[in-house]
């Protein structure tokens, strides 16, 4: 570790040193990248192979829409070569650090957003003087519940990866179609593995609107979320509670699902008052290493899974 850090130095004070220089990407066989989540870093992985190593600014099993960036992430933004970001609102907490980036690259670019319910800021009592100031202002920005929006991740990555290291480019490019194919066959087994949930079963009640995107994509009904609301930060007044009480009622909704970056109390409440089960889920980030959904691809069977088996 020491040998590690001792390297990290030495190549920061390199870094430093260049400054000046444009930056040389893959000549010296490293790109210096950060991705501000589990999954993108993820897909850069896939992408870059062994050519890259990717920080992450949102530790795994965090919450990004509640994050408060760190000393070190200020640092490590303005040190990275790329920083790939969602956008779509998701990395609001960091907006006053990536201006001090050489390269943001939004990684949803060109991915048709849903609107959210709420904006992303619902907890902000300003929220509405400042929505025509936010680009972004309730927009969904959970588009990785659909692989066909990590697709055009996966794309975006290897473009920026390929213009910043040219000498690399059609290994990136083989990459990501190799990728692709892995996404699309995820894709038509999702579609598969639904189909042994009746129709009029398929409804979705979550913690906050982690799903609309595999609702749209795959044919369910998002019947309510405990947190009203794209982000985590608006909290649930009693009536709101009871509303989605008697909606959970009225349509026989068998679970609740709870995702692995909020506190579940809210949704325990819930399910104690309807009798309904908890399950929980994989929203917004992956596991560590060696968890059970350490990988894009793991973190969508997994949850796959689950929803079939408290449907069917
Ligand atoms: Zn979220």
């Known amino acids: 570790m020491l040998t590690n850090k001792f390297f990290l130095i030495m190549s920061l004070i390199v870094l430093v040193a260049a400054a000046c220089s444009p930056l040389s990407g893959g000549q010296n066989g490293t790109i ?36 408060e960036p760190r000393p070190q992430d200020a640092a490590a933004i303005a040190d990275a070569d790329i920083v790939f970001i969602n956008g779509l609102g998701l990395e609001e907490n960091l907006e006053g650090l990536l201006g001090n980036a050489r390269l943001v690259v939004e990684v949803s670019e060109g991915i048709t957003a849903l609107e ?38 996966t794309n975006n990555i290897a473009a920026t990866l390929a213009e910043k290291d040219p000498a690399n ?9 190799a990728y692709i194919a892995e996404l699309q066959a995820l894709d038509s087994w999702i579609v598969e593995q639904v189909q042994q949930i009746p129709e009029d079963r398929r409804l979705l009640v979550t913690d906050h609107e982690t799903f609309a995107y595999f609702a749209e994509r795959y044919g369910f009904e998002m019947v309510g979320a405990v947190i009203p609301g794209v982000s985590t930060g608006s909290g649930v007044s009693a009536q709101e509670l009871a509303a989605i009480e008697n909606e959970i ?9 709870v995702g692995n970056t909020v506190p579940g109390n809210i949704a325990a409440q819930v399910a104690a008052d ?25 973190f969508m069977r997994y949850n796959v899974s689950a929803i079939v088996d408290a449907l069917k």
């Open 249 to 257: 009622r009225s349509l026989g909704v068998p679970a609740v699902f």
């Open 116 to 153: 959210g319910e709420q904006g992303h800021d619902a907890e902000d009592e300003h929220a509405e003087e400042d929505a025509d100031e936010e680009e972004h202002e309730g927009l969904d920005p959970h588009v990785w519940q659909d692989p066909n929006n990590v697709i055009i991740w």
């Open 32 to 67: 210096n990248v950060i991705a501000s989540t589990t999954l993108i870093a993820d897909t850069v992985q896939r992408v870059a192979g062994d050519r890259v190593n990717a920080s992450i600014i949102y530790p795994a099993g965090t919450d990004p829409h509640s994050f």
């Open 169 to 177: 480019s059609t290994e990136y490019r083989a990459n990501a179609d």
């Open 274 to 298: 309807t009798g309904i089960q908890v399950m929980p889920l994989y929203t917004d980030s992956l596991t560590e290493a060696g968890g059970p959904a350490s990988t894009y691809l793991e």
